[in-house]
């Protein structure tokens, strides 16, 4: 398995982004909200978060690594949600907007971010990795890459599958969706210009009233794969999990110092990870980019 060390020596040499910020998404400000769970949801798992309202730390991002590129830029963007349970616990959920992931494997998904900074290369990339193109193709047509009007009319996927564990420790595997309900149709009289218009369209936004996501959760039928972030679930059956209401831009919590850490591995009694090797892989990779900006 690639060394982390050197995982993330590679990104930081790709993007050449200051050492002080993530070695990706490495642009992105803190909002605070709500989670207000479904009774569906709390049926199928028995987290403290499926049963009450609970507050939440959101992070939109760029997901590039280096925080001078303007929002204009197309790139993938990055929605991180810490539920911040009753009992001081905390779970977190790293969604992005492409809908599918290309790799299995670590290096490669390390490789093709090199590949991508450097365009010209790309082509060559796809030639070796000739399985991951679906995927991409996936990307393209949900817009994946793009620039979007505001984060608050993107859809978010965080890829991997999760085990929800009901009161009699039933497991049902999930995989989480972030849609939101705010569309074209509602977008403020006012545009917004500049390389940071994206936070600057969310502090207008918020001003008028709160920004909120939808979470969804495809449930795993017979032959859905939940250990693998390459895995199709064609024709799952989807339920509405509860839903991510953004109030207020929050001071930035890292001003001070104090790294903010999002991992997709943090997770609360009646939540379990499946042996996905990329989320298995990911805490080291994040524990050693957390070392280096903090
Ligand atoms: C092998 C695969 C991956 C690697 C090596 C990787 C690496 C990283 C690193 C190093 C960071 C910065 C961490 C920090 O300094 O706090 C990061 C942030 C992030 N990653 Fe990944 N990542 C991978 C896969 C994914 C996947 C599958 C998703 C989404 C489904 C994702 C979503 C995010 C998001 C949203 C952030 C920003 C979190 C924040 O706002 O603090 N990553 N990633």
Known sequence: ???????????????????????????????????????????????????????????????????????EKPDIRGMAVKFRLADGTATDLLGQTSPRFPTDDPETFVAMTEASVKPATFPLFLLRHPRMIPALAAGIAGKAVGSP??????????????????????????????VPTATADDRLDQTFEGPDRLSAEMAARLARGPVTHELRVQLAGDGHD?????????????????????????????????????????????????????????????????????
């Open 1 to 71: 398995m690639l060394d982390p060390v050197v995982a993330i020596d590679r990104l930081r040499a790709a993007f050449g982004g200051p050492t002080q910020h993530r070695t990706l998404h490495a642009k992105g400000r803190f909002y605070g909200g709500t989670f207000t769970p479904t009774p569906e949801a709390g049926e199928l798992c028995r987290a403290g978060h499926l049963h009450a309202p609970t507050p939440v730390t959101v992070r939109w991002s760029n997901a590039g690594g280096n925080a001078a590129v303007p929002d």
């Open 149 to 178: 009007v505001s984060f608050a009319e993107v859809t978010f996927y965080p890829i991997h599958a999760y085990g929800w564990l009901d009161a009699d420790g039933r497991r049902t595997w999930v995989r989480y969706v972030l």
């Open 226 to 294: 939940p250990h693998s972030a390459t895995s199709v679930w064609a024709g799952a059956r989807e339920i509405v999990a509860g839903r991510i209401e953004v109030t207020e831009l929050l001071p930035d919590p890292e001003e001070g110092g104090t790294p903010t850490v999002f991992d997709p591995t943090r997770v609360v009694d009646g939540i379990e990870l499946s042996d996905d090797p990329i989320l298995r892989y990911r805490p080291s990779a994040y524990t050693e980019s957390v070392h280096r900006r903090a």
